[in-house]
């Protein structure tokens, strides 16, 4: 019983198409997430949602739009992909407290998209 | 602007020996630092954390030194098992603004050889 799951696993796609990955958590956590891992292997936050309102949004191109229908589930909305979009995409959740909360990250297995 | 190093790419460690693995941060406002473990195709899961307030936390074969004057910190595992082989991320965040943002290093491929 996976405790975050993302579909799909696989995308190839051409550039200037619309793609959505989806991501959904069985965990009752508050805060969902999407990171980013580039070629480079850099592993960065793109969003961050808190019952599903945004509160990190990372410097992300317009053409990403998260979308929180509820605190279960954070989806990824990418317009008009670019090559340089190409790499694999985490969801992750954790229960939020306040200042001082140091919950942990349970990521998904990630989705690898693949512009062409 | 790496906030948080890993500056070894990769680490090969006989089985039963110790692997140490190393991460140095930039951002003084770290005050809570995490370690993850990947295997392929698989998301991270989370290791160990330690506090600022701390310099060492231990969980079975599993020690996380913080030097907190070097903006250091260091994973040991011992004894190293084949099934340790992963990458493992250093991760950081400032928690007086929550656990929202976790701010990772590149990663240290870890092979332990039979």
């Known amino acids: 019983d996976t405790a975050v799951s993302q579909t799909p696993k696989y995308l190839v796609t051409q550039m200037g198409n619309d793609k959505s990955i989806k991501c959904e958590q069985n965990?009752?956590?508050?805060?969902m997430y999407w990171y980013k891992q580039d070629s480079k292997k850099f592993l960065k936050i793109m969003f961050s949602?808190?019952?599903?309102?945004?509160?990190i949004n990372e410097t992300v191109p317009n053409r990403f739009s998260p979308k929180s229908p509820d605190k279960a589930h954070l989806n990824l909305h990418i317009n008009s992909l670019e090559l340089g979009d190409s790499a694999v995409y985490f969801c992750?959740?954790?229960?939020?407290?306040?200042?001082?909360?140091?919950?942990?990250?349970?990521f998904g297995e990630g989705s690898r998209l693949t512009v062409l | 602007d790496q906030q948080v190093k890993q500056n070894s790419p990769s680490l090969s460690v006989q089985e039963g020996r110790i692997s140490i693995l190393n991460c140095d941060y930039t951002?003084?406002?770290?005050?809570?630092f995490l370690w993850y473990k990947k295997y392929p195709a698989e998301g991270p899961t989370f290791l160990i954390s330690?506090?600022?307030?701390?310099d060492k936390n231990e969980d079975g074969r599993f020690t996380v030194f913080l030097n907190k004057s070097a903006k250091h910190l260091s994973l040991h595992i011992v004894p190293s098992q084949p099934g340790d082989s992963a990458v493992y991320f250093c991760?950081?965040?400032?928690?007086?603004?929550?656990?929202?943002?976790?701010?990772f290093g590149t990663g240290t491929r870890l092979t332990i050889i039979p």
């Open positions: 992750a959740s954790s229960k939020r407290g306040g200042r001082g909360d140091t919950g942990e990250l349970f």
């Open positions: 965990l009752g956590h508050d805060t």
């Open positions: 949602y808190n019952n599903k309102e945004l509160i």
């Open positions: 951002n003084s406002m770290f005050d809570y």
């Open positions: 330690i506090s600022s307030i701390k």
């Open positions: 991760a950081a965040s400032a928690t007086n603004f929550g656990n929202e943002k976790l701010t």
